[in-house]
């Protein structure tokens, strides 16, 4: 399950929030080159490395995926993900387009791909700010970078629209179990299927794809 977003559009939130849920899903820890944030962890949040070591590791062919995101070095080690498969967990990405198209293109029959979207550019912008754990020059620089960011929304195969927490964590949820599971309930499944395929499909009703169009000026 890959999960994208903007900065600042919610997707850490929700994924975490869907780890603690269901034992079933693995988190992909990143490997990055930036600086340790406040509050984070370790081998936790992500595999925190020099860019000697990263040159190291891609020349090994140790990643997955790999790329370059607001001057620093992000990549997915191949290793876990397929040990995970092989014992039959699922493996939740919290990457940005960029690797999400390189891991859709690695592992493309397995591949569910979400995209987060912020309610409005302004909400975003707020967000990011309200963070206060980056230099403010690198702020700037992300909110430049989430139209970019936001271009790319056609690549998913499921937009949410993070306007309230709750409710795209509700759906975030039934697009995954939905895919896990099927759409009919099964007695053997402690989901209500049938429910959640609702959910999903109130979700598309939304035109979640609109809302993408008009936050990257094309509706």
């Given at each position: 399950?890959?999960?994208?977003?903007?900065?600042?559009?919610?997707?850490?939130?929700?994924?975490?929030?869907?780890?603690?849920?269901?034992?079933?899903?693995?988190?992909?820890?990143?490997?990055?080159?930036r600086?340790?944030?406040?509050?984070?962890?370790?081998?936790?949040?992500?595999?925190f490395v020099?860019?000697?070591?990263?040159?190291?590791?891609?020349?090994?062919?140790?990643f997955?995926?790999?790329?370059?995101?607001?001057?620093?070095?992000?990549?997915?080690?191949?290793?876990?993900?397929?040990?995970?498969?092989?014992?039959?967990?699922?493996?939740?990405?919290?990457?940005?387009?960029?690797?999400?198209?390189?891991?859709?293109?690695?592992?493309?029959?397995?591949?569910?791909?979400?995209?987060?979207?912020?309610?409005?550019?302004?909400?975003?912008?707020?967000?990011?700010r309200?963070?206060?754990?980056?230099?403010?020059?690198?702020?700037d620089?992300?909110?430049?970078?989430?139209?970019e960011?936001l271009?790319?929304?056609?690549?998913?195969?499921?937009?949410?629209?993070?306007?309230?927490?709750?409710?795209?964590?509700?759906?975030?949820?039934?697009?995954?179990?939905?895919?896990?599971?099927?759409?009919?309930d099964?007695?053997d499944?402690?989901?209500?299927?049938?429910?959640?395929?609702?959910?999903?499909?109130?979700?598309?009703?939304?035109?979640?794809?609109?809302?993408a169009?008009?936050?990257?000026?094309?509706?």
């Open positions: 399950m890959i999960v994208s977003s903007p900065s600042g559009a919610g997707k850490t939130t929700l994924t975490r929030r869907l780890l603690s849920e269901l034992p079933q899903l693995e988190f992909s820890v990143s490997y990055t080159t600086p340790i944030r406040p509050g984070e962890v370790d081998h936790r949040d992500y595999h020099s860019p000697e070591q990263f040159d190291e590791m891609v020349q090994r062919g140790e997955a995926e790999h790329a370059w995101v607001h001057s620093n070095r992000y990549g997915t080690a191949q290793a876990p993900v397929e040990a995970a498969l092989a014992n039959g967990r699922d493996v939740i990405f919290d990457v940005d387009w960029q690797g999400g198209a390189a891991l859709s293109a690695r592992w493309p029959l397995d591949s569910l791909k979400v995209f987060i979207l912020p309610p409005d550019l302004k909400t975003l912008e707020s967000r990011l309200q963070r206060a754990t980056d230099d403010p020059k690198i702020i620089r992300r909110l430049a970078k989430a139209i960011e271009e790319h929304y056609s690549e998913y195969q499921h937009l949410i629209v993070n306007d309230d927490l709750e409710r795209a964590y509700t759906v975030l949820r039934a697009v995954y179990l939905t895919r896990r599971y099927g759409t009919v099964r007695p499944v402690p989901f209500a299927l049938g429910d959640l395929a609702r959910v999903v499909e109130a979700n598309r009703a939304t035109a979640p794809d609109a809302h169009r008009r936050l990257v000026g094309r509706g």
